[in-house]
């Protein structure tokens, strides 16, 4: 009969904050296994080793390499990999052998910690069971007496680690945050925080519920003396206040500002324009869906303000609103601005009388159909059109007219919005619709993802396009008669035909 295997949580360094379980299975163990840096002592051993009973089994695992340099051929991820597939050879082989093997975990075992690399590799071999520990933010919040988050608060848990802007972005998104990870990532860190505006009431916590424990501001925080067991609380309450703030009744009205609406590109950053970045480095306010302000880096500043996918005009209303109060905004759309994105929405909500004194420009970008055609070689270098088979704004009906009269002309076309979760059939009505003025032969062009990791390119034909495999991140390129593809799979299309 095997032995079991326990993934237990020890807390975050207080031994009176192991909890009943843990400290039951500890004491009944075979084997009890903890890891350890080079040349230093296991913090968990230190942690739990009270409890150990006599006789016991220590494993120590030893990480081959921390923060050094490795010979390993496969590098600090090989060394790493070989190393957890090493330990739990050693731990199976105690296991095989009918003992229980516990595993000590700093904090919550599942709360990035080792053990879970032993995990994988065991679970599914043996017996396991896993026991929760008290994590090492909530013993943070703890020491400091500060509330993290209230009622619909959002609490976000962030590495160190992530890149500068990825971690000022995610600092200015959400409420309350945990920033784990420090160390030598600590001054990288308190930049994040100040470009998110969250610097003022970030606390930092070193060895939480240990006997050296410490906190203070952030601010405050030497960088040289941050160690690995320490790390930051920014409460929600710190974060500041987003929207609208009217002048004070007594203020003069200020002078209104430029609205900016800006073209982002499709996809990755080195599509954006030189005129956009610069732009972009001067606004207090971005804009947009979601996705795209996400592409927006934060920084000291500037204030993001995301919404869904169809509420274009309530957005363009905002700014415009920001901008009647003096406040230098960007409303940002992916690919260009004005082909199916947010420009016609300003101009739309533009059309209040209260916003006539609001001047609006508009700075171009990439557009999708740009970068499709381009990957697929020339298939809009001659007369194109280009729509939307989204109905939300427009009702089926006039689409299928326009899909006719495009066909008819033996325009190239390009369609945008092609299908989504709720709308199924488009695709499909629409190439029944083309199949009725064009030849089954006709070149098509899918790309999907195009300038992102995902990217795929596809060169099939009208009778042969699947409808089923399109989807919202598709944007297809319907040839004309004379568009045709060159023995390389390339699509391109006469600049003149007759």
Known sequence: MTGRLYGVGLGPGDPELITLKAARLIGSADVVAYHQGVGKSSNARRIAVGLFPDGVVEEVLQYPVTTGTTDHPGGYAGAMAAFYEECAERLAAHLEAGRDVVILAEGDP?????????HDRLADRFETEVVPGVPAF?????????????????????????????????????????????????????????????????????????????????????????????????????KPARGLQAPPPSAPRPTTAELLVVGLGPGPDRWITPEVTAALTDVQHVIGYAPYVDRVPQREGLTRHSSGNTVEVDRARLALDLALRGERVAVVS??????????????????????????????????????VAARAGAPIGGDFAVMSLSDRLKPWSLIEKRLRAVAEADLVLGIYNPASRSRTTQVADAQRVLLGHRSPDTVVVV?????????????????????????????????????????????????FTD
């Open 110 to 118: 599942l709360f990035y910690g080792s053990y879970m690399y032993m």
């Open 138 to 238: 909530a013993a943070a919040t703890a020491a400091t007496a500060s509330p993290l988050v209230r009622l619909t608060d959002v609490l976000t848990i962030l590495p160190g680690t992530l890149p500068e802007p990825e971690l000022a972005r995610r600092l200015a998104d959400t409420d309350g945050a945990i920033i784990m990870k420090l160390g030598r990532t600590f001054p990288a860190v308190v930049s994040a925080l100040r470009q998110a505006g969250r610097l003022d009431g970030a606390l930092y916590v070193e060895r939480a519920s240990m006997p050296e424990e410490r906190w203070l501001p952030v601010a405050d925080v030497d960088p040289a003396s941050v160690p690995y067991f320490s790390l930051i609380v920014v409460p929600g309450d710190t």
């Open 334 to 371: 992916g690919g260009d601005a004005g082909i199916f994105g947010m420009a016609a929405a300003v101009f739309e909500a533009a059309k209040d009388e209260a916003y006539a004194d609001v001047p609006i420009r508009v700075l171009p970008g990439l557009s999708a159909v740009q970068v």
């Open 447 to 495: 790309g999907r993802d195009v300038g992102r990791a995902e990217e795929s390119l596809t060169v099939t034909t009208l009778g042969e396009l699947d409808p089923a495999a399109i989807d919202m991140k598709c944007l297809l390129i319907i040839g004309a008669s004379s568009t045709t593809v060159t023995g390389a799979g390339q699509a391109w299309t006469p600049r």
